[in-house]
Structures are given as structure tokens and as C-alpha cells.
């Protein structure tokens, strides 16, 4: 089993009124690991020493999300939080066409260069639009083939593009280059509003999606999702929400008991 973290940009709205307070409840709840997506006032120093204290992990960060202008910057905050897995991700029109696809690998595979140098493994987050089609082809299957290097946090909601795609099948498709999973539920239709996560908080986009549900309440299989993973490769699986339809809270607490009830994840509790 995988050790279990959450991705903060679920608990957002929370953090925005008491990140240490946050924090403290998802280390009861018994995580193992958080994913930042924002510091919420506190310097990257601070949040890894109040999350080591609470005997938690760093597993990999969304802040500050990677481009080819704050390389540097990402190099140190990764130093300062102790870790060597960051993020990248795109918007819609990243992925329109081939010239963009092309032009979007390029420019990925140069951060991955400067990245790789410094000790720092690149992954990517996806959504549902990087599994639509070109000429007949799932636009991830073109891109993974342009930037071979770069690993892949792959979304396993966002992959499933609906019902369009498996899930599980696209985790092994892609499992030699999955470090890390993320790892949510929900009915799997397009439906409602909710914003874009932190990968295309800039591009202020919208996902038409309804809203998400506690990990193993919705339609995602997520024991064949985990059981397509290399465990050779994989070294988390991250719980997110985007957009919950009930308390969120409420929603992270049941994920996480329901992965570790069912050996899909261990915690420390």
C-alpha cells in the first residue's frame, strides 16, 4: 500500500480561515502526506516544519506551479519544503491542435531539463481535455510520446474524461511514469460549474463538471485504478476534491477511511 495525502486545494475555503487548524485536523483524521497549492500566509519553512511536527509528510507541491519564467524560484521552494516532485499543467488551449500540443511539449521538456539538473523530478497534472481526441487519438497519448521524460500525476477523474476513457486502463497506459495519483470520485458527468484547479488558476477557467463525492461513493472504480499502478513507480496516492457536493471536511475524512479500510492506502492511523 501507498501512503495517503490530500491535496489542500480541496480544503481551500477552510485554509483561507485557519491553515494551521486545517492541518492539524488532517493529521487526527491520520494522513500520512499533504500536497500544497498555495502557503495561505505561511513561508514554505513554516508550512514543512508545522506539517513534520504533526508527524506528516511534504508528498509534492502545486505551489509554486512550474513554468519556464519561476524555475528558480520552484527549485528553492522545493529545497525549503524538502521534496523533489513539482508540478506543471495546462489549460484547453495548450492542447488544441497539434502546433500546440508540439509547442506545449517543447516548451515542457526545457523545464524538465533545468528541473532534472537541480535534482527535481517534473510531473504533470492533467484534466478531461488532455483525454479528448485528435484524428482519433487521445491527445495524452500524442503529448506523453513529445516530452518521453516528463512524469505525470495522473488525475483519475479528470482521465476518465467523463465515461469516455477507463480510468484504470489509462493508469496502465501510462503507469512507468505515474509518480503520483490523484486519487478522486464523483458521478462522472458533465453538469453545474466549478472552478478550475490550481493548474489553471491563471487562465481563470471554468470545468463544467458536477460536483465531486467522497472517494469510493461515486463512479470511479478505484480499486482497479490503485491495482493498475506500478508500486515500483507510484509513491502516493493523493486525495482531491475539487468541488464537493457535500461538507468537504466531512468528504476527506470518509476518503481516507474508505482507502485504508480496504488496503487501497496506508495512513498513520
Given at each position: ?22 492541518l492539524?485536523?488532517l ?94 523530478t ?15 487519438r ?38 512507468d511514469?505515474?509518480?503520483l ?12 460549474t ?13 470545468i ?29 496516492m ?10 468537504m ?21
Amino acid at each position: 500500500m501507498k501512503p495517503i495525502s490530500v491535496q489542500l486545494y480541496s480544503l481551500r475555503a477552510e485554509a483561507e480561515k485557519d491553515f494551521v487548524g486545517v492541518l492539524k485536523r488532517l493529521a487526527k483524521i491520520g494522513y500520512k502526506g499533504v500536497e500544497p497549492a498555495g502557503f495561505w500566509n505561511l513561508t514554505p519553512k513554516e508550512l514543512k516544519k508545522i506539517v513534520t511536527d504533526l508527524g506528516m509528510k511534504i508528498s509534492s507541491t502545486h505551489s509554486p506551479w512550474a513554468n519556464p519564467q519561476n524555475l528558480n524560484q520552484v527549485i528553492e521552494v522545493a529545497g525549503e519544503l524538502d521534496i523533489d516532485l513539482v508540478a506543471c499543467g495546462y489549460g484547453p488551449a495548450e492542447f488544441k491542435d497539434m502546433n500546440a500540443i508540439k509547442a506545449t511539449a517543447d516548451m515542457v521538456n526545457g523545464m524538465q531539463e533545468k528541473l532534472a539538473a537541480a535534482g527535481i523530478t517534473l510531473f504533470q497534472h492533467n484534466h478531461y481535455w488532455e483525454f479528448d481526441k485528435i484524428d482519433g487519438r487521445i491527445i495524452y497519448d500524442i503529448y506523453a510520446e513529445l516530452c518521453p521524460k516528463v512524469k505525470f500525476e495522473l488525475d483519475t477523474y479528470w482521465a476518465a474524461n467523463f465515461g469516455q476513457e477507463n480510468a484504470a486502463e489509462q493508469v496502465k497506459k501510462f503507469k512507468d511514469r505515474c509518480v503520483l495519483l490523484h486519487i478522486k470520485d464523483g458521478a462522472l458527468i458533465k453538469g453545474g460549474t466549478q472552478a478550475a484547479s490550481e493548474s489553471c488558476k491563471d487562465s481563470i477557467l471554468e470545468i463544467k463538471a458536477a460536483a465531486m463525492v467522497a472517494v469510493g461513493s461515486g463512479s470511479n472504480n478505484i480499486k482497479e485504478i490503485i491495482a493498475a499502478a506500478d508500486e515500483k513507480v507510484t509513491r502516493w496516492m493523493i486525495v482531491e476534491l475539487d468541488r464537493c457536493a457535500t461538507d468537504m471536511f466531512g468528504a476527506i475524512e470518509q476518503s481516507y477511511k474508505y482507502l485504508t479500510s480496504k488496503g487501497l492506502a496506508s495512513g498513520n492511523k
